[in-house]
């Protein structure tokens, strides 16, 4: 199958990876830096006038910019920005990383959340950080083993409890968060696409809560989206999964988070659907596996997702996280949907014991190179045409490396881009 080819192509090339741990790494060069918020709207609450919508963005511009589109990093539930500029323990992050390797970086925090201040008369109740969940879900999950895969959890850079300062850093981190889940998609699509608007075309990099974010933005502006790059995105499809006790592990929660399959907005299907309810959905009766859930599917045949179909996909899946038993039900859902994408466990790599906060564990710039190794394939103009023969076997299914059909994804960076340059550095 075409995942594991893409695999093999990434993995053989892991063993020349240079990281910060085994040489200095230089300076960052960069030409110039900033912030700036954007989707803000004026509104009267309670006879004063206040903004909200909108989301704080900062930005870095390589010195040599070698890459024609920037990559918009949105972060997580109960998160900011700070997931991608750095770790916990100090090391650089994957902001950082991407700017080194030549792209044009933008890190958001999402409306409502950290310097996009919380305005609970229009948002509404919010849910609070809490020290045990971050445990259970994020950094000691092995201790808990709340899912079959938990075990497997080692690359945590700290001993993931209260009064260690790799933890305590961490939890310092955490936001609250807006609890209608319908609300936040349609806040951050929104913004997101005001984004685009002013900086141009570009990547999008989603982790967990944003995942459902990425797909309606690139639904409604698919010439904007050059390529999605989903790390563990929000799922599984329609119904969020509980844990139990083994030997069950899961439990679907009784009403749907994602109505919609992927998200809780709406998305344009064909043929077109006008309400949640014109999805026919049906369960898996046997689970892929005996420690993966069972997928909620549209019956056949299923509707599609054109406008996802139009640039290449990447999902991630870490071996220990949470995700790693349901994943594979959101791919299959696109994939019935008609999207084409490339999936990799990095298991399947040999990228072994991360959780779902593998942009601050120990091998980060491990995984930010196996994402930058796919971007790289998925660019026709860095010289590899994706090919059957440039990775033996591969199967009609996620043939996400062709660039999806987006005639525009991929085109040789010109020599004078630079005077284009306005559209990155806010000049409008």
Same mark, same amino acid.
């Given at each position: 199958m075409k995942r594991l080819a893409i695999a093999l192509a990434i993995g053989a090339t892991m063993g020349t990876t240079t990281h910060a741990k085994d040489f200095p790494l230089p300076p960052l060069s960069i030409a110039q830096q900033g912030y700036f918020f954007i989707g803000g709207k004026y509104s009267t609450v309670k006879d004063r006038q206040v903004m909200s919508g909108h989301l704080y963005v900062e930005f870095q511009i390589p010195s040599r910019q070698t890459h024609p589109w920037p990559i918009v990093m949105i972060h997580g539930g109960g998160q900011s920005g700070t997931n991608?500029?750095?770790?916990?323990?100090?090391?650089?992050?994957?902001?950082?990383?991407?700017?080194?390797?030549?792209?044009?970086?933008?890190?958001?925090?999402?409306?409502?959340?950290?310097?996009?201040?919380y305005e609970p008369?229009?948002?509404?109740?919010?849910?609070?950080?809490?020290?045990?969940?971050?445990?259970?879900?994020?950094?000691?999950?092995?201790?808990?083993?709340?899912?079959?895969?938990?075990?497997?959890?080692?690359?945590?850079?700290?001993?993931?409890?209260?009064?260690?300062?790799?933890?305590?850093?961490?939890?310092?981190?955490?936001?609250?968060?807006?609890?209608?889940?319908?609300l936040q998609q349609i806040l951050n699509r929104d913004a997101i696409q005001a984004l685009l608007d002013k900086i141009?075309?570009?990547?999008?990099?989603?982790?967990?809560?944003?995942?459902?974010?990425?797909?309606?933005?690139?639904?409604?502006?698919?010439?904007?989206?050059?390529?999605?790059?989903?790390?563990?995105?929000?799922?599984?499809?329609?119904?969020?999964?509980?844990?139990?006790?083994?030997?069950?592990?899961?439990?679907?929660?009784?009403? &749907?988070?994602? !109505?919609?399959? @992927?998200?809780? $907005?709406?998305? #344009? =299907?064909?043929? /077109?659907?006008?309400?949640?309810?014109?999805l026919a959905i049906e369960r898996q009766e046997k689970s892929d596996a005996p420690d993966v859930v069972k997928c909620w599917m549209q019956r056949t045949p299923g509707r599609q997702?054109?406008?996802? &179909?139009?640039? !290449?996909?990447? @999902?991630?899946? $870490?071996?220990? #996280? =949470?995700?790693? /038993?349901?994943?594979?039900?959101?791919?299959?859902?696109?994939?019935?949907a008609g999207v084409q994408l490339t999936w990799i466990k990095l298991s399947d790599i040999g990228v072994h014991g991360n959780g779902h906060m593998m942009m601050l564990e120990k091998n980060n710039m491990e995984i930010a190179d196996v994402i930058s190794r796919w971007l790289t394939l998925a660019e026709p103009s860095n010289g590899l045409t994706v090919t059957n023969r440039a990775f033996g076997r591969i199967t009609p299914r996620r043939r996400s490396?062709?660039?999806?059909?987006?005639?525009?994804?991929?085109?040789?960076?010109?020599?004078?881009?630079?005077?284009?340059?306005?559209?990155?550095?806010?000049?409008?």
């Open positions: 991608f500029t750095g770790t916990p323990d100090g090391r650089e992050g994957w902001a950082q990383y991407f700017l080194r390797q030549g792209y044009s970086v933008y890190v958001i925090d999402q409306p409502g959340r950290g310097r996009a201040a008369d229009l948002y509404g109740p919010a849910t609070q950080p809490a020290p045990d969940n971050v445990q259970r879900r994020f950094v000691a999950p092995e201790r808990y083993n709340l899912w079959p895969q938990a075990r497997l959890h080692t690359q945590w850079p700290g001993t993931g409890a209260p009064g260690d300062s790799i933890f305590d850093q961490f939890y310092a981190s955490q936001m609250p968060s807006i609890q209608d889940f319908t141009g075309p570009a990547i999008l990099l989603t982790h967990s809560q944003s995942g459902a974010f990425g797909w309606p933005v690139a639904d409604a502006k698919p010439d904007f989206v050059k390529a999605i790059v989903a790390i563990e995105p929000n799922g599984p499809p329609f119904f969020d999964t509980g844990n139990i006790p083994a030997p069950e592990w899961f439990r679907d929660a009784s009403t &749907q988070a994602r !109505p919609w399959g @992927i998200t809780a $907005a709406p998305l #344009s =299907y064909s043929p /077109p659907a006008n309400d949640p309810s014109d997702l054109p406008n996802l &179909q139009k640039m !290449p996909i990447l @999902i991630v899946t $870490a071996e220990a #996280s =949470y995700h790693a /038993p349901y994943d594979h039900c959101t791919v299959k859902f696109l994939e019935q490396l062709h660039a999806g059909g987006n005639e525009n994804f991929g085109k040789p960076f010109r020599k004078d881009a630079r005077r284009c340059e306005c559209k990155y550095l806010h000049n409008d």
